[in-house]
């Protein structure tokens, strides 16, 4: 299947790259918004962050095409400042995260990221580290299981799907996305498995962030990411679900803002206090309707831009 940049177009506008610029893409993927970035340099450096190896070895080619003048790292793009600080860089002209999880690695069955196919329970975006799917469902407590049902994929019926999980694995463990997939369904009622929307989508999207620990590495990321930018740098992050989007929000709008003042009490000028940092927009950018009707998962993306002053 065809691999689609989601807001390619946007989120390249919002970067406003300088051609000798500095630019992180820290989820290389596919190379789609790193080759945008790359195209546009002329003495400036881009650095690519990913964790998954095969994605590093796909896109290298693709960027070889353009230009040498990037660096592709094989890291979690939480480790950016140190990493950049061992390259002997301490400010960037722009940041980019795409957080979804890349069309490949959703159409490649063994990966077991989706409940489409039949494959081994994974969903490790790097595939050197210890923790998958398979030990969360089959070794993880009740109470466990329960709070990333409810906290990451927002199911309602997490307890019940829980319970489902435990008695299945006292039979035999759980060990392929379709086996989980049936588990998901026996715990649901009828009326819910009537909906549009696949059953298993919510339970599915919660065990993949709690393998890759997605919002722990996010928090780290953006904190980062704004310390890292130089003064008109910019920081644009695309996120996929409401709990990716709420972080980027409450974290550009934090920076962004500043102390409320009592207004009776009388300040020099140098005395208000300002921010470092400005909302590109205020609202976030979605996806326009060509690229709708051309790829299902822009269904959900949205861009938000922050700008170091």
């Given at each position: 299947?065809?691999?689609?940049s ?16 500095i630019?992180?893409?820290g ?6 918004h790193?080759?945008?970035?790359l195209?546009?340099?002329k ?21 070889s095409e ?15 400042k140190q990493?950049m600080?061992?390259?002997?860089i ?6 980019l995260l ?17 409940y489409r196919f ?5 969903m490790?975006?790097?595939?050197e ?6 030990e969360i ?9 329960v709070?990333i049902?409810y906290?990451y994929?927002e199911e309602k019926?997490?307890k019940q799907i829980?319970r ?8 035999e ?6 086996q989980?997939?049936?588990v ?5 009622p ?5 909906k ?7 339970v599915f999207?919660?065990?993949?962030i ?5 919002l722990?590495e ?6 980062d990411?704004l ?8 920081f ?11 972080m980027?929000?409450?974290?550009f ?10 207004k009776?009490i ?7 206090p ?8 205020k ?5 326009e ?12 993306a949205?861009l ?5 002053i």
């Open positions: 299947m065809k691999h689609y989601v807001l390619l177009k946007e989120s390249i506008e919002m970067l406003n790259i300088q051609p000798d610029g630019y992180i893409d989820t290389l993927g596919r190379g789609g790193s080759s945008e970035i195209k546009r340099l003495g400036g450096h881009l650095f690519a962050f990913d964790r998954d190896a095969t994605a590093i070895i796909e896109s290298k080619q693709r960027l353009i230009s040498d003048s990037y660096t592709c790292i094989h890291a979690n793009f939480s480790s950016m990493m600080n061992r390259c002997g301490d400010k960037v002209d722009g940041i795409d957080l979804g999880v890349s069309s490949p690695q959703f159409d490649e069955a063994q990966r077991g990221f989706s039949d494959a081994p329970l994974d490790r975006m790097d595939q580290q210890a923790l998958n799917a398979a469902v089959n070794t993880w407590s009740y109470e466990q299981l709070t049902f906290r994929g019926f997490a829980a489902a999980i435990e008695r299945q694995r006292l039979i463990p759980i060990e392929t996305t379709l989980l997939v049936d998901i369904k026996s715990a649901l009828q009326k819910v498995l009537n549009k929307g696949h059953p298993a989508k919510k999207q919660a065990i993949r709690a393998v890759n620990d997605e722990g996010l928090k780290q990321a953006l904190n990411g310390s890292l930018l130089k003064p008109n740098g910019r644009c992050v695309i996120s996929f679900h409401s709990l990716e989007d709420r980027v929000k409450e974290a709008v934090g920076a962004s803002s500043v102390p409320k003042l009592d009776r009388p300040l020099l000028p140098d005395e208000i300002t921010s470092d940092y400005r909302l590109v927009h609202k976030p950018i979605t996806a309707n060509t690229e709708l009707d051309e790829n299902n998962r822009s269904h959900s949205k938000r831009t922050i700008e170091r």
